[in-house]
């Protein structure tokens, strides 16, 4: 095996380990002798990442009942991802959009293009992406290339230009926002105004989530999906949007005018 493909061996290992950590660690976990992890309604970062752990076989799918389970126990997750044969279906730069969307979506990773530093457990999968030159290791901390660009546009992390949303003008993030104001009727903006009365800021995010279709807002939860292949894709800005949809509501419950 030439230099190169070692690099992207240890890549591929420490990217997938990480995948399956996270996974683990906050996903809802089903408990007894048969625990796996639901994946009915989530977003598209899990939802790419049980993907992934299911093609290299460490998660089964179970569409009877909206459940990924675990065909191996934590403990040998490394000594099994080590000793896979590797194939075409094995995508590296899925695994490593997938390692990249799971760390930052719980902040422990920065998709920003400004260095940052990250937790020791996932300071291996970092130093095998500079070996491959889609970061590099700065005085203040690490740092994405321009190699990493095509991976992060493709897990919406950035814009087409190469502008990470979670940077963009406060304008640009409400311009989401705007839309689905927008989309919502007059009669259901005093019938949300009235419910968010009694809801945690979290609990509104959590129920625009489960019903934006990428042009509306629907009544009801989006039904969760059957197969990967019904996969939704949450934008980047929506938690962003989802506040500015908030504070309009609160101005409604405060004035009751439109």
């Not at 299911?54 to 569409?63: A, D, H, P, T, V």
């Not at 009235?194 to 489960?210: E, N, T």
């Not at 009544?219 to 500015?244: G, N, Q, V, Y």
Request: hydrophobic share 40%.
């Amino acid at each position: 095996m030439s230099e190169q493909n070692h690099i992207e061996r240890r890549v591929f290992n420490e990217c997938a380990i990480q995948i399956a950590y996270f996974v683990h660690k906050h996903c809802q976990q089903r408990d007894g002798p048969d625990a796996g992890v639901q994946w009915g309604a989530w977003t598209s970062e899990w939802q790419q990442g049980c993907h992934l752990l299911k093609s290299i076989g460490l998660l089964r799918e179970c569409e009877a009942h909206s459940w990924y389970d675990w065909t191996i126990a934590q403990q040998d997750v490394r000594q099994h991802i080590e000793s896979l044969e590797l194939g075409p279906r094995h995508n590296l730069d899925d695994f490593i959009g997938s390692f990249i969307s799971l760390t930052s979506f719980h902040g422990h990773l920065s998709d920003e293009r400004a260095p940052f530093e990250v937790d020791g457990e996932l300071h291996p999968a970092m130093w095998s992406l500079v070996e491959m030159g889609y970061a590099s290791r700065e005085p203040s901390g690490f740092q994405w290339s321009e190699k990493i660009a095509p991976i992060m546009i493709e897990q919406v992390l950035w814009t087409n230009e190469g502008v990470p949303f979670s940077t963009q003008s406060k304008d640009d993030r409400q311009a989401l926002g705007e839309k689905i104001w927008d989309s919502l009727p007059i009669w259901r903006r005093y019938w949300l105004a009235h419910r968010i009365a009694g809801m945690k800021r979290s609990d509104v995010h959590h129920y625009i989530l489960m019903r934006w279709t990428g042009e509306t807002l629907t009544h009801f939860k989006i039904p969760p999906p059957k197969t990967s292949k019904e996969w939704r894709m949450i934008p980047a800005d929506l938690p962003a949007a989802t506040d500015f949809v908030i504070e309009r509501l609160i101005s409604v419950r405060k004035s009751w005018r439109i």
